[in-house]
């Protein structure tokens, strides 16, 4: 860590004004712009130290995300933003590492990265907006589309079956799951928040609809087109009948039953758990390691190495 | 000396012919060692039988007894079991090459006789397992000595063991006949054994001693010893092999981070990483693909902790992308390609230096990146420091070619003198007042995360082509300027290299130029070449491929023809990818090549028979493992029919 010194000036609070960056290149409409508003509005609440917020992506729409966001961040290649996030994490513990993509950076071409980071369970909180379409290539179909969606690479209609992105993300090990919506923008910063409180990886779907190339798909879900938000009611745990049939976030298998229920499904947290982080594990082992080695120098462990190779 | 065993003797045949069957009895009091400067040692055997394990004692005792000692294997690809080889070549002076033929040729079976026995040299001594090997005796070029291995070893060891210790007997053989010490390889077997159960040390140490105690000195006429000398330096001798010298170079570097995915022959690196780094503060992860791997060393870079990743080949390609990334968002990263036999899964346990041209040139778009190739195992270990110090001071990707040979065999080098080499990797992240990422007349300086920029304009580190600070742009402008910026850090870097020294006469008729582990073979080749030969010849081995260290154009004029000795195909490019680089960028027609791709290393033999065609000196045949050896040139016109050219029957 860098020595704080004296001279460096006082910190004023994290404004929006700080951590806005270049204006979104994202289309009139995109759900992604409440996304970021969200995002923005999480980051001044916390009011975080700027230098410790980091974002990424992969690449997709939604991944032009750490463009809009003046902080350190990176934008990098299609699918692996997962991994990339991962070494971030596991090297710098002391940084907020964020993650932002759409369905085809997660589900499709870095699928296999959102599992095994939900199995190592490495700290970091992943955002995806899932449009159910391809909008950077222009209208292909995605693990999202729904069966007989009309894409340039479906013209009569999608026929493979949909990734269902809380079935995937439970049954690849990741320690928080949540689903949300982006016209509901007060449940979307409950979500961030909740992710990020989270130690370990934690995952937030967001229907986020691309008005360009698949108009209207979420409207069943929204509201104020007259379409339902209909909310994962949490245990309480405070011995009413009630409760019983609350959902219990601890509960794996009543998790992958919410997600078994038919479009628009529910919203909100589908299942959380405390295992421990590869980041928490990887530390106790160097801990460990050091102390057998009496906290020795670098120079003085490599010496002893080298002495019995002789 | 212990009680000697009583073994059932068998005949034993001298290089004169004479027959000399007789009871042992305890060893001849008037065998005089005989002085010997170098030996070559082949031990043949199966994969388990843990040839390797004994020829990794008798490298680190030479190693610990100051004698320049290298040694080269072969690792069946099949799981377990299969033919295998070790060869030990201990020198008093200076040893180069494994060797190209044995002195000293140790048969477990049949098939490693049969194998092995056209490597010995007339007159050399082949010590077979007489439980399981019939040798020709009447070929009278070679000295016969049986002696039963396993059933020695069985009775010695007793119990449950049963013929494993074989390879330890053997090594108490080996160090009565070399009159090696005794005491230190004792010491070398507790040490090996230790943190196991203390039986199994009480095993080894009877196995060794009944090896040991064996009359050898009834079957043969003299036993041998090394010339001592005095090494110059006076530092302490370290012994292993060149993926741990690579991967404790990465620490000595300052590497404590990277991630890696499982794939021969890189994996012991990885290996080593893993178990070490936790000792320095790091972590190394073992990810769930090759595109992880490299991701995950990106990121570790980015967070500021230079990193690396590694892989061979195949693996290489799945991480390019990545790469690809790390050369236009300018994050430095260690990538290690330990070369294989390829293309595809090809040989996973042979040699080859094909991948050069993929280091250079395997990307998507102009993506600049730094490739260096490790020459011996130490330079393994330096070679690594260099990498790290590159990769940082231009903000690249490094690519390190070493390939299986250098892998897996030890050698014994001087100690480095850690103080003056070791890097404090700690990320600076010391508060700035601006910064600006990717200044176009300057080289990038990467600022990571955690760091305050005092102005409040963070960084983005862009695959997307950028402007100065990082936002994407379309400019075509501003593409052609980073361009330009990204690889003039190449020009910056080229003019800092070393010219590399060149070997023997400094001007003449033929200039071998090579790249990586072919160094001992060429530089044995060109001494040989000048004492056997009175060739005028040279050798230059270049350790920077990319970019290429300026003034190599003032080298060629002063050779009459230049021959790059390289493991690749040059059927594919007509030249060797080496030749093909730098006739390319020198337009230089007196280049040529002299390659091949049998996945074995070459032979000093080999290089003197391709490169001085028609010599007398270099006119030898040369037998080779397994399979007598058709010479090639596989160059395109003299490719005629693939059978022709392959030695049929070797895979």
Known sequence: MAETTTTEPAREKLSKKAITADHPTWCPGCGDFAVLAAFYKVLEKKNLDHEKIVTLAGIGCSSRFPYFVNGHGAHFIHGRAVPLASGISLARPDLHVFLFGGDGDGFSIGGNHVDHGGRKNINMTYFIMDNFVYGLTKKQTSPTSPIGFKSKTDPTGAIDQPVNPMKKLIAGGATFIARTHATQVKHMIEMIERAMDHQGFSVIECLSECVEFYPDVFDPADPRKGGSFELIQEKKWDNTPEDELRHDVTDELAAYKLAQLPFPGVFGVFYQNDRPTKNALEKKWIETTREKLGHAADQEILQKTFDRMK | ?651
């Open chain 2, 1 to 651: 000396m212990g009680d000697p065993v009583n073994p059932d003797i068998t005949a034993i045949k001298k290089a004169d012919g004479a027959t000399v069957a007789a009871a042992p009895s305890p060893d001849r009091a008037d065998l005089r060692p005989e002085n010997i400067q170098d030996a070559v040692i082949r031990l043949a055997g199966n994969s388990q039988d843990g040839i390797q394990t004994a020829g990794a004692f008798l490298a680190r005792l030479a190693g610990r007894s100051a004698q320049e000692v290298m040694t080269y294997m072969t690792i069946p690809a099949t799981i377990s079991g299969g033919p295998s080889i070790f060869q030990v070549r201990i020198g008093s002076g200076e040893v180069l090459s494994a060797g190209d033929e044995a002195d000293f040729l140790v048969a477990f079976y049949q098939h490693s006789y049969q194998d092995h026995i056209g490597f010995l040299r007339e007159g050399g001594v082949l010590l077979y397992d007489s439980d399981n090997v019939e040798p020709n005796l009447d070929d009278k070029r070679y000295v016969y000595v049986g002696i039963p291995i396993t059933g020695l070893t069985i009775e010695a060891l007793g119990g449950t063991a049963k013929d494993k210790g074989k390879n330890i007997f053997v090594l108490g053989l080996i160090s009565k006949i070399f009159q090696l010490d005794a005491e230190k390889l004792r010491k070398l077997i507790n040490e090996k054994f230790r943190s196991k159960d203390e039986s199994v040390v009480n095993t080894a140490l009877m196995a060794f001693q009944a090896g040991y105690a064996y009359p050898v000195g009834n079957l043969l006429s003299k036993l041998y010893q090394f010339e001592k000398v005095e090494r110059p330096g006076g530092r302490a001798q370290i012994t292993m092999d060149g993926n741990q010298a690579l991967a404790y170079g990465l620490i000595a570097g300052g590497v404590r981070y990277g991630a890696g995915y499982p794939i021969t022959p890189w994996s012991s690196v990885m290996e080593v990483l893993r178990r070490e780094l936790p000792k320095y503060g790091g972590i190394f992860v073992q990810a769930e693909d090759e595109l992880a791997s490299v991701s995950i060393a990106l990121g570790c870079s980015y967070s500021g902790w230079l990193a690396c990743t590694g892989s061979a080949g195949p693996g290489i390609s799945l991480k390019a992308e990545a790469i690809g990334w790390a050369s236009m968002a300018e994050i430095p990263l260690i990538v290690c390609n330990i070369q294989r036999g390829g293309p595809s899964t090809g040989l996973p346990t042979n040699v080859e230096q094909s991948d050069l041209h993929q280091a250079i040139f395997g990307s998507h778009g102009d993506s600049p990146r730094v490739v260096l190739a490790p020459r011996t195992v130490e330079d393994c270990f330096y070679i690594a420091i260099e990498a790290a110090r590159i990769a940082r001071k231009y903000s690249t990707p490094v690519f390190i070619l070493s390939d299986t040979s250098l892998a897996t065999r030890i050698e014994a080098f001087d100690e480095p003198d850690l103080a003056k080499v070791m890097v404090d990797p700690k990320p600076d992240l010391t508060p700035r007042q601006t910064h600006v990422p990717y200044p176009l007349d300057q080289i990038t300086q990467h600022v990571p995360p955690g760091t305050r920029i005092l102005d409040g304009k963070y960084p983005l580190m862009s695959g997307l082509e950028h402007d100065e600070q990082g936002h994407p742009t379309g400019s075509p402008k501003l593409h052609m300027a980073m361009t330009a910026k990204r690889r003039n850090k190449l020009r910056k870097l080229a003019e800092e290299l070393p010219v590399p020294e060149i070997y023997g006469d400094q001007e003449g008729d033929t200039l071998l130029v090579g790249w990586g582990s072919t160094y001992g073979p060429i530089h044995d080749a060109v001494k040989r070449a000048r004492e056997e030969g009175g060739e005028k010849c040279g050798a230059l081995h270049l350790r920077h491929i990319h970019p290429l260290p300026n003034g190599l154009e003032k080298i060629w004029p002063k050779f009459k023809r230049i021959v790059t000795v390289e493991m690749n195909d040059q059927g594919v490019y007509g030249y060797g990818q080496l030749g093909t680089l730098l006739r390319a960028r020198y337009c230089e027609p007196k280049i040529a090549s002299f390659t091949k791709t049998d996945g074995l290393t070459f032979r000093v033999k080999e290089i003197l028979d391709g490169v001085f065609k028609g010599k007398s000196f270099a006119a030898r045949f040369i037998p080779r493992d397994g399979a007598a050896v058709v010479h090639h040139d596989t160059a395109p016109e003299s490719v005629k029919t693939t059978r022709e050219v392959v030695p049929q029957g070797v895979g």
